[in-house]
């Protein structure tokens, strides 16, 4: 299943009119899958309940700030429940950088993102599907356990650096859908 | 306005781990601070948050009791706490620092002090399995001595210029070492170099001065 079209609609009409039904069919739709991907990391049914609270009062307060040109509406998503994940249960800071920084470096939008978010949730899908299963692995353990590359490479018993190639590997294949996406 | 960009990048299996959430405290900063300044680094990460995004559509559906959606309904009409206000960390540096790292020392009270002739240096403990990270400023033309890494290091260079094996960091710009690697750095003489420097574990100094400047400097 992809993405669906409607996350990135339902985002800006949290933004746009404070609209509490698409609030709340976003809650419906996106938050068991939230409460996997945060048990998934390590945290249990009931902290998962709570990341997925904090995590959803967030999307409603910073609803605002999602730019659709700038990324999909589920990385926007992901990258919240996330650093919620981090900062309520790891109970560490996530630094990030910001756009209000005197000492932000911007640079121009990628108008074509707007347009073929979608599909290109579709084409990463497929990709990520026809990677070789070890550098799926690699991946999987990183996003969806939460475990350092460092940690991946004990657990698997093989070297640091074999984790490291496996990833470069895997990223260099997924790379050829962002550059189809990325005309540059 | 024409804005010099960082030429010098963060290795790709670091910034998956920064996207994936997984990096250590002190390098966390250190990337995010990267990322102000790097617009090429940010959409790498966009990049990887967007792989992050399709691993996490494609979990399974977890149970959410309707009592979870009715407590956060509840809740988004609660005005959100305020940020708590930073305590200023202002000198004559701080224009050039980005907001993670001014929060940061605001956050431990870390002042730059004199910790050896021509460098001063302010210390970021973020965690307490970790060795700090460190803001520091060196004058012009300080030679730092050869010295070896047992895990890897990062330096961001934020104003001057350091030099290592030909090569020339400026704002921005990271020097990455990895574990193993020893080598000799070099500030430039045109001004003073400030940076932050991130060691991931011990280092070994290979001279009787690099061990004082491990010491003061963690470098």
Redesign the interface.
Known sequence: ???SPTLDDWIVQIANTQS?AA??SL??NY???????V??LGAS?GA??EV??EA??SV??RSAQFDPT???G??W???I???T??SHVRQ???????E????????APDPEQLTTATQ??EQ??TA?RSLPVEQAAV??Q???L????QQVANDQKIPLGTV?TR??LA?QK??TV?QAKEPT | MI?N?PRHHLP??LL??Y???????TT??L???H?????HC??EV????????????????????DS??A???A??DTP?SMAPVRASVANAHS??????LL??LAEKQAKLQRVLPGVRSAVLP??KDLPPARLVLFQPGIRIPSHGHQSPEFVLVLDGLLEEEEQQFRR?DVAFSDTGKIHTQMIGAEGPCLALIVNEGPITPQTLWGKVLKRLVGL
């Open positions: 299943m992809a993405l509490k609030f709340e809650f419906r938050t068991p899958k939230l409460k996997s991907f048990m998934s049914a998962a309940d997925v609270q959803m009062i409603w307060r700038r990324g999909s589920g990385a998503l992901f990258s429940a996330r650093n994940f981090i560490q800071k996530r630094h990030e950088a910001t209000v920084d005197p000492a932000f470096v911007s640079d290109f949730q990463l899908s990520l991946l999987r990183a996003y969806l939460g475990h350092p590359l490291k990833a470069r990223l997924l790379r962002f | 804005q960009l790709q299996d998956l781990e996207a994936a959430g997984t990096t250590k405290a966390s900063l990337v995010a601070c990322l102000t300044l790097c617009p940010r959409r966009s990049r990887l948050e967007e792989i992050g995004a399709n691993l996490l559509e494609h979990q399974p559906d977890a149970e959410i009791a979870v959606l407590r956060t309904l809740a988004l959100a224009s050039l620092m980005p907001l993670p929060d940061a973020l965690a921005g």
